[in-house]
């Protein structure tokens, strides 16, 4: 046991120091970032339920963060209209804002300003009842998709997340 504790020491010790290289750290980073996703989405309602106002200001920002990252790395911008639509979509530039992530917020107001797209338009997605791959074709969504990815990998967008939950730790805070 003690010799258990005592290797525990040293890895926890050695991280700051990364002397295993990037790869081991992102992976390590990407463990700590899986488990605070999945805690989000088991514990956090959608935005339309009567309970989300009820949840901690910066834990409504982060889960509607988490939420938007997913469909991105999933599909892009216009899975994230598709999936999530409008109360998603209103609440986002505050969200990304109030997470640190104003780079992104200003993407994206930048794409829907360029492109015309109102929370009517995102409401409309599937009222228009199209087929996913067609709604693809309404916009130029890898104008958006692209420069995210890059922000994303320069910024280390799983740190990111990872340090604003360290600052909140009244996320866990619920109902």
């Not at 917020?105 to 015309?116: C, M, R, T, V």
């Not at 109102?118 to 709604?135: F, G, K, N, Q």
Request: negative net charge.
């Amino acid at each position: 046991m003690k010799r258990m504790i005592l290797v525990w020491m040293l890895i926890l010790c050695l991280m700051p120091l990364n002397v295993w290289g990037d790869s081991v750290m992102k992976d390590f980073h990407y463990d700590q970032f899986e488990e605070l996703y999945f805690r989000m989405i088991d514990n956090y309602p959608d935005p339309d339920d009567a309970l989300f106002p009820q949840y901690p200001a910066a834990g409504r920002a982060l889960f509607v963060v988490l939420m938007f990252d997913m469909e991105i790395q999933n599909g892009g911008l216009c899975q994230f209209f598709w999936n999530c639509g409008a109360s998603y979509a209103k609440l986002l530039p505050d969200a990304l804002k109030t997470v640190g992530m104003s780079d992104i917020a200003d993407l994206y107001e930048s794409f829907l300003s360029d492109n015309d797209i109102t929370l009517d338009v995102i409401a409309s997605y599937r009222e228009r009842d199209p087929e996913y791959a067609e709604a693809y074709e309404w916009y130029r969504y890898d104008a958006f998709d692209d420069p995210y990815m890059r922000i994303w990998e320069e910024t280390d967008f799983n740190q990111r997340i990872i340090d604003y939950a360290d600052l909140h730790p009244e996320i866990w805070d619920m109902p």
